[in-house]
Each structure stands twice: as C-alpha cells, then as structure tokens.
C-alpha cells in the first residue's frame, strides 16, 4: 500500500513537472511565433517600400522609351529575393506593361518560365522561379502578401507610370519554419531533461524522506515506541517529522503512565479476586466443617442423655444387666460418631490452615506432589460437594520435588474453579483429572476436563487479563491470567490444548529439582 501511494505521488510529480515544462515550452514557442510573425510583417513592409523605390528608379529610362524587355529584365532581377511574391509594372495610361508572380505552391505553373525576356536562372530553381502575371492576378498577388507597396515611375519631373511590390516573406517564412522545429525540438528534450531533473530532485528532497518518515510511523504503530524519525531540514516535511516526534514522546509518555496504571490496578485486581476466593472457601470450610461439629454435638447430646437415663435407672435399682449392657454400647457408639467427626474437621482444619499459611510463602520446599495434590482437592471439596464433578489424580506416590507450595495451590485451584465455571453447563456433570509428572527439571502439571471445550477464536484469548465469556454472570477473567503469571514468574510457562473429542487441558510446567 505505501509503495504504491510512493509510485503515485512520483508520477504525479513526473506528470506535474512534464505538463509544466510542456505548458512552458508551448506559451515560449507561442510568443515567438507571434513575435515573429508581427516581425515579418514588419520586414515585408520594409522590403516593399525599398524595392518599390529601387524599381520605380532603374525602371524609370526603360520605361520611357518603352524598352519592354529591359523592364522585365529589371523586374525578373528584381524577383530573385524569395520573399517577393509579385510585382506589377503599369504605364501612364495603366496598362500592364510587366507583370511577375510567384508559382503557386504545389500548383501547376501556367506560365512557361523560358518565355520571359531575360529570365536567365535554371528551371525549377525552388525559390527563385517567376511566372508572368496578368491584371486578373493582381488581387490573387495582394491576397496573399504580407504586404505591398506602390511608387510612382518619374522621367524629367513628370510621372510616367507605377510599379507595385508585393511581398510574403515565403524564404524567411520556412526557414523560420525550419528554425522552429529544431527549437521545438530542443526545448522538448529541454523539457524532458528538466523533468528528469525535477523528479530526481524531488525524490531527494521529499519522496525519499517522505519514505524515511513513514517506516519511522509503521514501525511506531508496530509497538516499537522508541522510534523516532529523522528531522533534517528546516521545511514543512522537518517540520512533520518533528511534530511526529513530539507525538511520539507524548504517546511513550501516556504509554508508560498506562502501564503503570494497569500493572497496579491489575496486582489489585489479582489480589481482590485472591480474597474472593479465600473468602468463598472460607465461608465453604465453615459449612464443611459445621458438618461434623453438628453431629458431635448432637452425638454428645445422645450420649449425655443415656448417662442421665442410667444414672437414674441406678439411683431408684431399677437399672438390670441388659439395660446396663444397652446404654454401655449406645454411648460406645456415640463416643465413636463424636471423634470420628471430630477429627474430620480437625483433619479439614489442618488442610486449610496449611494451605492457608502457604499462601504467604514464596521459598520453594521439596514436598510430596501427590500428598498436596490431595490436600488441595480436600480443601476444594466445599466448591466440589454440590457440583456434581468429579475430581481424580494421576501421581506417582512418593513424587517429591521442589516448588513453591503457594504458588501451586493458586495454580491448581484457579485451574479447577475455571473448569468448574466453564467446562460444562447447569446441571451437567463431569469429570476433572489432574496430573502431575517430572520431565527432566520440570514439573509437569496437567488439568483437564471432559466439557464443552473452548473455540479456537477464543482459545487465542483465554490467557488475557480481564479476558472473560462470563462477564453477565460475574466472571472477572483473571483465573487463567493469574496461572499464566504465576507460571511465568516462576520461570515456566503454560499452555492450552484441546481433547479430542471435546474437553480442554491446561498444562503448566515449572522448573523444579525432582527428590528420589
């Protein structure tokens, strides 16, 4: 696109250029044709008086005495300047007594040249020919002449007759002609030069920086934003690419300001939708943990209860054998149910409270991958209890390894809560497995799910910030944006890819040291 708008501009200013000069040339050309013209006329009227005089002198003897020959002598000298076209001798009485013409022009002659008296030039000579000429030519010969011009024919003081000159200037009309198809030509290659010269010029000294400034665009608008283009000159082109300049900076500095903005109000960001979660899984872990409590309360209650029935039973000896064998077992069995449940939320409380202190730690640990990979699960199960999905792990037991523990409960729970908010819809119910494997010094997490799957338009997206296809339901798209990040800033990376036939996995490798 920009090459082609750089070939137009260029043949503009080629086109701009050769009409100028063009235009130029034909005005210059033009103004001599008149000027010239004007100056033949001028030149004819000149010459007609001069021959008119001259002829009117060396004709006057000849014609007293009525030599005839000797005045077409005189007359046919006379003709040999080219530029005459005619010249009519008349008498007293006004009779014609000589009477020359030019030939026409591609014309036959009428008149045999070697009939005239004197004529003594070689026949078909281009300019200096005559034929005769009768009073009927006479308004053909003035018609035609640039000018013409009369004297009187005086002997002893007395006039004896006349003598008219016509001229048209016909010699010094085509050699003017001649001249000025040689100029035409000079100044066409005249004009073609300069234009040469004119785009050369111009690509020098504004397609070329034109080009400068533009690359110095593209590549700003390509996120390069330390570019900045060349200034060189002091012209309207020097002055663009300072404004660009200064826009650039503007931008670099609104750019920077941005960043910065986003980078912090991201970290809020992340950090509230941290608390959200603890939040939610606090008020869950409560729920979970109300479970057993209630139980052991109502447990205790029970066996509280067949105490004081026994007691009783005992006191007024009304308790037997059996009775006593009865309540003994009862209260057995109510004992079990109490520390049973007891310790499950006991159990959960460790659960949370670890993975809630690993929250803050940021040093890596070797821990057992398949033991923490179940503590994360458990600590997930208020999320998971009325979901209907299934949450299975693929470990080797014993897989121990170096990590940051934090750092792998944020990314497994942030994977699991996106399958469970996305993978399927209301009331479906699936299956999540997550895998964990060493692969040289990297440890290779894998979450996957048997749901819907994600299009390859969005898939492109998902690792966005703020990127969500549940915004209307609350989605605030940093779950896979903060397993992107945490990966990243560990070192590692990670990746989507989709099941076959439908379903989605995340893998996510971290760099570790594997324990034996």
């Not at 002829?55 to 077409?72: I, K, P, R």
């Not at 002659?109 to 005769?132: F, H, I, N, T």
């Not at 035409?184 to 234009?195: H, Q």
Request: aromatic letters at 6%.
């Amino acid at each position: 696109m920009g090459e082609r708008r750089r070939r137009s501009i260029r043949t503009s200013l080629i086109s701009v250029a050769a009409s100028s000069a063009l235009v130029a040339t034909a005005l210059v050309l033009g103004a001599y044709s008149v000027f010239m013209e004007r100056g033949f006329v001028l030149e004819a009227q000149a010459s007609t008086r001069e021959s008119a005089e001259r002829l009117a002198g060396t004709l006057s003897l000849a014609l007293w005495y009525m030599n005839q020959t000797q005045c077409e002598s005189i007359a046919v000298s006379e003709m040999a300047d080219r530029n005459l076209d005619g010249i009519l001798v008349w008498d007293e009485r006004g009779s014609l007594v000589v009477g020359l013409r030019r030939p026409d022009s591609g014309g036959a002659e009428k008149w045999d040249e070697s009939a005239l008296p004197g004529y003594d030039q070689a026949p078909g000579a281009p300019y200096g020919s005559s034929v005769p000429a009768s009073p009927d030519d006479r308004s053909a010969i003035a018609g035609r002449a640039l000018a013409g011009a009369s004297a009187d024919i005086v002997h002893a003081g007395a006039s004896i007759g006349s003598v008219e000159v016509y001229a048209s200037m016909r010699q010094s009309r085509q050699s003017f002609r001649r001249n000025l198809a040689y100029s035409t030509a000079l100044a066409l290659a005249i004009a073609v030069m300069v234009t040469l010269v004119l785009s050369l010029s111009a690509d020098r000294l504004i397609l070329s920086r034109l080009s400068r400034l533009q690359a110095a665009i593209s590549e700003f608008s390509s996120m390069r934003h330390t570019t900045r283009a060349v200034v060189s000159g002091r012209d309207e082109i020097a002055s663009l690419a300072a404004s660009f300049n200064t826009m650039a900076e503007t931008i670099a500095s609104y750019n920077s300001d941005l960043e910065s903005l986003v980078k912090d109000r991201t970290a809020r960001l992340i950090e509230a939708e941290k608390l959200a979660f603890l939040g939610s899984l606090v008020a869950g872990v409560a729920h979970e943990v109300n479970t057993p409590l209630g139980v052991s309360v109502t447990a205790a209650s029970h066996v509280s209860e067949i105490l004081d029935t026994t007691g009783r039973a005992y006191a007024d000896g009304s308790l037997d054998e059996d009775d006593f064998l009865a309540a003994i077992a009862d209260a057995k069995e109510g004992v079990r149910i109490i520390a049973g449940n007891l310790e499950r939320a006991a159990e959960f409380m460790r659960t949370f409270r670890k993975m809630a202190a690993d929250q803050n730690q940021d040093e890596k640990k070797s821990i057992n991958i398949s033991s923490y990979l179940a503590d994360i699960v458990l600590s997930l199960k208020p999320a998971l209890k009325h979901s209907g999905h299934a949450v299975s792990i693929d470990c080797p037991e014993g897989l121990a390894a170096e990590c940051v523990p934090g750092a792998l409960y944020q990314i497994v729970t942030n994977l699991v809560v996106n399958c469970l908010n996305h993978a399927w819809r209301p009331g479906e119910s699936g299956a999540i497995l997550i895998s964990a494997r060493v692969d040289g010094s990297m440890l290779v997490l894998a979450c996957e799910d048997d749901g819907a799957g994600i299009d390859p338009a969005t898939a492109l997206s998902i690792f966005e910030p703020f990127f969500t296809t549940k915004r209307d339901k609350g989605g605030t798209g940093l779950g896979l944006y903060i397993v992107k990040s945490i990966a990243v800033k560990l070192g590692g990376d990670v990746s989507y890819e989709a099941r076959r036939p439908r379903g989605s996995r995340f893998i996510v490798r971290l760099p570790t040291v594997a324990r034996a």
